[in-house]
């Protein structure tokens, strides 16, 4: 009962990704261009993007193995470049650096939803384990490489208008600039995304070559 | 007739490696003492590192814990945990309260390049911005004077760490509105002086309350000890509060927060006071259940930190 309930809830998830995926290689064949891609499957990127918030329930209701920090962080700096920066900032739509980050995440859902999928129905095949522990060396470093680039693409336009930004004086005797919030979250992927990244290499340590990791005590 | 003298071995909790075989120790020895015998052999781990237990995974023993009266044979083996650095509470309060008194005048006195050069060292035309540094800072220094006078702590030390932690927590949030409430283009509150009157009652009043209920706390526990009793209401009216919560402190702390968001009308004080409730909240309701769980005549009517709600 539980298996199938948590087979449910994984299902889905995978599917959408699929249907994102075909998508965009639909859109590059026919059109010969990535420029307009953003635009066409910015509805259905969207959708998934706050459907995703359910990622944190699962964390929480232990449907999926990830710890529920590690899932916030990756679901918020989601939401954060599909709704504070790609949806917001139209001129950036159509950066190559768009289409880099788009195809990581693509990949990586697809192949650790189908992970989770096959490890729920007890039949997983090596190839998905290997993938969901080996693909990420790549698609890690090239899905941040995409973000920053769009990230450090908008910075100019939120120089410009001013957006999202809040000046003196005001009742609320309070300020914020969106640009420099913009510098430091491009600056806090320094700390983060190494922890991030080492947390992968070890947990592919541990399940593909069976070595035993000592933890680092609370 | 000679009492029996103990033995004790002390292994390390993760690798199970003998570190140290203690003969001759006195049957009605305390913790604390066999600490202090571990010490000699091992000076790096000073008494307040030390975590020892009877289970390599259960509670650390207490420093009054006597030998005998633990469920040991006449060897007795006991697992060593590091706790890492310590630094002592005193410490720690003294240096995270300091900061905040001191951040909040460079601010208030405009010193050099925070704001633009032509506003250093002015004042500001505002009443308002005047009162708020005088409750901020005697908000501080009244929580420094406790520090060294008033409060009497169970634990000596916390881990290091912490007071990193702690000073980025406090010193943070001081710059962060001590900024915006001296600020040249600061905007005060839109009820005026009707407002800040107010707002400087509740604050008055909660310090007041604040500092009553760290009186009560501290007269329930003789100096020196590490006594634990059911705090009620005394003569004092602010004491009161206790009848219906378990830590008015800090419902009064709240409440001076309040007082002072509404004073200053900015929102990064109110965001400090939000934190700050949340904080205290989740150490109201560990101390609530700790009474609890220790005292079966605990009285029912009384909630962690809001009177019938929290």
């Known amino acids: 009962m539980v298996i199938a309930r948590r087979f449910g809830a994984t299902q889905p998830v995978s599917q959408l990704w699929l249907v994102l995926a075909i998508a965009m290689v639909r859109f590059y064949m026919e059109k010969g261009t990535h420029k307009g891609l953003y635009k066409s499957i910015q509805k259905t990127l969207k959708f998934f993007q706050t459907f995703a918030l359910l990622e944190i329930v699962h964390c929480l209701i232990g449907i999926v193995p990830t710890s529920v920090i590690v899932a916030g962080v990756q679901v918020s700096s989601r939401i954060f470049m599909v709704w504070l920066i790609t949806h917001s900032i139209k001129p950036i739509q159509n950066e190559e650096s768009v289409v880099l980050f788009l195809v990581a995440w693509t990949v990586t859902e697809i192949t650790r939803y189908s992970f989770y999928t096959f490890s729920l129905l007890d039949h997983l095949p090596y190839f998905i384990k290997w993938a969901r522990y080996n693909f990420f060396i790549i698609l890690y470093p090239v899905g941040v490489a995409g973000e920053l680039l769009t990230i450090y693409a908008a910075l100019p336009y939120v120089k410009k208008t001013g957006m999202f930004s809040i000046r003196l004086p005001n009742k609320y005797n309070v300020s914020f600039d969106y640009y420099y919030f913009l510098l430091i979250t491009m600056a806090s992927y320094i700390p983060l995304f190494p922890q991030l990244y080492f947390h992968m290499l070890r947990q592919r340590r541990k399940v593909l070559h069976g070595e035993v990791i000592v933890e680092k005590d609370d | ?310």
Not at chain 2, 69 to 86: E, I, S
Not at chain 2, 176 to 195: F, S, V
Not at chain 2, 196 to 224: E, T, W, Y
Request: contains cysteine.
């Open chain 2, 1 to 310: 007739m000679q009492p029996v003298k103990a033995k004790v071995e002390i292994l390390d909790a993760k690798t199970r490696e003998k570190l140290c075989f203690l003969d001759k120790v006195e049957p009605h020895a305390t913790i604390a003492e066999i600490k202090n015998l571990f010490t000699k052999t091992h000076p790096q781990w000073y008494p307040a590192r030390q975590s020892l237990r009877l289970d390599p995974k259960g509670k650390s023993l207490k420093d009054e814990d006597v030998l005998q009266k633990l469920p040991v044979g006449t060897t007795a083996t006991l697992y060593f945990r590091d706790l890492g650095a310590q630094i002592s509470w005193v410490t720690v309060f003294l240096t995270e309260y300091a900061g905040p008194l001191f951040i909040y005048l460079l601010f208030y006195f405009r010193v050099p390049f925070i704001y633009g050069h032509k506003y250093d060292f002015t004042s500001s035309r505002h009443t308002v911005v005047h009162l708020a540094c005088i409750c901020h800072s005697f908000h501080y220094i009244k929580r420094l004077l406790e520090t060294l006078f008033v409060h009497r702590f169970s634990h000596g030390t916390m881990p290091l760490r912490n007071i990193f932690k702690n000073c980025t927590y406090y010193w943070g949030f001081a710059a962060w509105m001590a900024y915006y409430i001296n600020h040249p283009l600061y905007t005060p509150p839109t009820y005026g002086a009707q407002q800040v009157k107010l707002a400087l009652a509740i604050f008055v009043i909660c310090q007041l309350g604040n500092f009553s209920i760290h009186m009560a706390l501290r007269d329930l526990r003789p100096a020196g000890s590490k006594t634990r009793k059911i705090p009620y209401p005394t003569k004092n009216p602010f004491t009161w509060l206790f009848l219906l919560v378990s830590c008015p402190n800090y419902t009064y702390e709240v409440g001076s927060w309040i007082g002072f968001a509404i004073m200053t009308q900015c929102l990064p004080v109110a965001l400090f006071s939000l934190v700050g409730f949340t904080q205290m909240t989740i150490w109201a309701k560990g101390k609530h259940r700790s009474y609890l769980k220790e005292f079966r005549d605990y009285p029912p009517l009384r909630m962690p930190i809001i009177p019938f709600l929290l």
